[in-house]
C-alpha cells in the first residue's frame, strides 16, 4: 500500500470494495454520493488501478482490488482497535456490516431474532448472510465473510472453531400423511419415498451408509439444496424430509409439519461457529460471535429467551 494512501481513503476502499458500489459506500460512511465518487478517483490516482469497474447495471472490483481486499480489511479492522483501544466498548457505537454464512435453514432460524438484537442494541450494524455454497470457498480467510455457522469439518489451520450446539436429524413429513402421529416400525420408514437436502446434490449419505450395514436401502426420490426447500416441498407431498430436532424446531412448527423419529439410532449433528484468527481479539467481533452463541441458545430451549426491551 503507497504511502499516500492515507488512514481515510483506506477506511472509504474497504467501504466500496465490501459494498460494491459508489452509493452503497457512501451511505456506509454517511457522505453524499459525489463525495465519494470523488474519494474513489483520489484511491485510483494512489493505487494506480480503477479498483472498481462498470458491469451492467452495478460494478466489479479489478483483480488488484481483489488481491488487497482481504489486506485493506484487516488495517482497518487493526486501527479501529488502536484509537479505540482505551474506550471502553459499547455495541450502539457500531458502525458498518458484519457477513455471515449459514445454511437457509439455520439462517431463517437464526435472522430474525439476530436482525431484532442489531436493531436495539447496535442500529448501526447492517447484518448480510449468505448461503452455503456447492464447494467450500474459504470465504473466511479471504475476508468475505466475518463468520460461518454450520457443520464444519474441514476448518483451515487459521480458522478457529467453536462448538455451538450437538443435534440430531430427524425425518418430517406433513399432517395427514400415512406416517403421522404413528409409530413407525423400520420397514415402514424405509418403504416411505424420501427427499434429501445436500448442499452438493449427492443422493446416499450417512444414513445409506447405515442403512446398508443393517442390510437395508431406502427410496430417495431427489434431493434439494437446503433444508427450508425439502421443507416447503414436504408440505405439499407424501415425501418424508428430514430437519435438525432442535435448530430446525422453529422453522417445522412454523410449517405446521409433523416429525416422524428415524427408527435407528443416528450420530449426532455437531453445529460449529467459525472466524478467522485474524479477529481473536477484535472486540466487536467477540461481541457478535457472544450474540450468535446466545441466540442459538435462545431458539434451541439451551437457555430462557431474553425479555424484549
Given at each position: 500500500?503507497?504511502s499516500?494512501?492515507?488512514?481515510?481513503?483506506?477506511?472509504?476502499?474497504?467501504?466500496?470494495?465490501?459494498?460494491?458500489?459508489?452509493t452503497?459506500?457512501?451511505?456506509?460512511?454517511?457522505?453524499?454520493?459525489?463525495?465519494?465518487?470523488?474519494?474513489l478517483?483520489?484511491?485510483?490516482?494512489?493505487?494506480?488501478?480503477?479498483?472498481?469497474?462498470?458491469?451492467?447495471?452495478?460494478?466489479?472490483?479489478?483483480?488488484?482490488?481483489?488481491a488487497?481486499?482481504a489486506?485493506v480489511?484487516?488495517?482497518?479492522?487493526?486501527a479501529?482497535?488502536?484509537?479505540?483501544?482505551?474506550d471502553?466498548?459499547?455495541?450502539?457505537?457500531?458502525?458498518?456490516?458484519?457477513?455471515l454464512?449459514?445454511?437457509?435453514?439455520?439462517?431463517?432460524?437464526?435472522?430474525?431474532?439476530?436482525?431484532?438484537?442489531?436493531?436495539?442494541d447496535?442500529?448501526?450494524?447492517?447484518?448480510?448472510?449468505?448461503?452455503?455454497?456447492?464447494?467450500?470457498?474459504?470465504?473466511?480467510?479471504r475476508?468475505?465473510?466475518?463468520?460461518?455457522?454450520?457443520?464444519?469439518?474441514?476448518?483451515a489451520?487459521?480458522?478457529?472453531?467453536?462448538?455451538?450446539?450437538?443435534?440430531?436429524?430427524?425425518?418430517?413429513?406433513?399432517p395427514?400423511?400415512?406416517?403421522?402421529?404413528?409409530e413407525?416400525?423400520?420397514?415402514?420408514?424405509?418403504?416411505?419415498?424420501?427427499?434429501?437436502?445436500?448442499?452438493?446434490?449427492?443422493?446416499?449419505?450417512?444414513?445409506?451408509?447405515?442403512?446398508a450395514?443393517?442390510?437395508?436401502s431406502?427410496?430417495v426420490?431427489?434431493?434439494v439444496?437446503?433444508?427450508a426447500a425439502?421443507?416447503?416441498?414436504?408440505?405439499?407431498?407424501?415425501?418424508?424430509?428430514?430437519a435438525?430436532?432442535?435448530?430446525?424446531?422453529?422453522l417445522?412448527?412454523?410449517?405446521?409439519l409433523?416429525?416422524?423419529?428415524?427408527?435407528?439410532?443416528?450420530?449426532?449433528?455437531?453445529?460449529?461457529?467459525?472466524?478467522?484468527?485474524?479477529?481473536?481479539a477484535?472486540?466487536?467481533?467477540?461481541?457478535?460471535?457472544?450474540?450468535?452463541?446466545?441466540?442459538?441458545?435462545?431458539?434451541?430451549g439451551?437457555?430462557?429467551?431474553?425479555?424484549?426491551?
Open positions: 500500500m503507497q499516500r494512501l492515507d488512514l481515510n481513503l483506506l477506511v472509504a476502499l474497504d467501504a466500496l470494495l465490501e459494498e460494491g458500489s459508489v452503497g459506500a457512501a451511505e456506509r460512511l454517511h457522505l453524499s454520493g459525489p463525495a465519494m465518487s470523488r474519494t478517483g483520489r484511491i485510483r490516482k494512489a493505487l494506480g488501478d480503477p479498483v472498481l469497474v462498470r458491469s451492467g447495471r452495478g460494478m466489479v472490483p479489478t483483480p488488484r482490488a481483489l488487497i481486499r489486506e480489511h484487516e488495517l482497518v479492522q487493526r479501529h482497535m488502536l484509537f479505540s483501544e482505551d471502553a466498548f459499547s455495541p450502539s457505537m457500531l458502525e458498518g456490516t458484519f457477513t454464512q449459514a445454511e437457509e435453514g439455520t439462517a431463517s432460524v437464526l435472522s430474525g431474532p439476530l436482525l431484532e438484537r442489531m436493531a436495539r447496535a442500529p448501526g450494524v447492517t447484518l448480510r448472510f449468505l448461503g452455503e455454497g456447492p464447494r467450500d470457498t474459504h470465504l473466511l480467510r475476508a468475505s465473510i466475518d463468520l460461518e455457522i454450520g457443520v464444519i469439518t474441514d476448518a489451520p487459521d480458522t478457529r472453531l467453536e462448538p455451538l450446539l450437538e443435534d440430531r436429524f430427524s425425518s418430517v413429513v406433513r395427514g400423511h400415512p406416517l403421522a402421529g404413528r413407525v416400525t423400520l420397514d415402514a420408514w424405509c418403504a416411505t419415498t424420501q427427499l434429501t437436502n445436500t448442499r452438493r446434490g449427492r443422493l446416499a449419505g450417512p444414513i445409506d451408509e447405515l442403512l450395514g443393517m442390510g437395508r431406502r427410496r426420490a431427489g434431493t439444496p437446503t433444508v425439502a421443507l416447503l416441498v414436504v408440505r405439499e407431498t407424501d415425501l418424508m424430509g428430514f435438525a430436532e432442535r435448530l430446525h424446531r422453529p417445522v412448527e412454523r410449517l405446521g409433523v416429525w416422524v423419529p428415524i427408527p435407528f439410532p443416528m450420530p449426532p449433528l455437531n453445529l460449529s461457529l467459525a472466524w478467522h484468527a485474524r479477529y481473536d477484535d472486540p466487536a467481533h467477540a461481541w457478535l460471535r457472544r450474540c450468535v452463541r446466545e441466540t442459538v441458545a435462545d431458539v434451541t439451551m437457555r430462557e429467551p431474553q425479555a424484549r426491551r
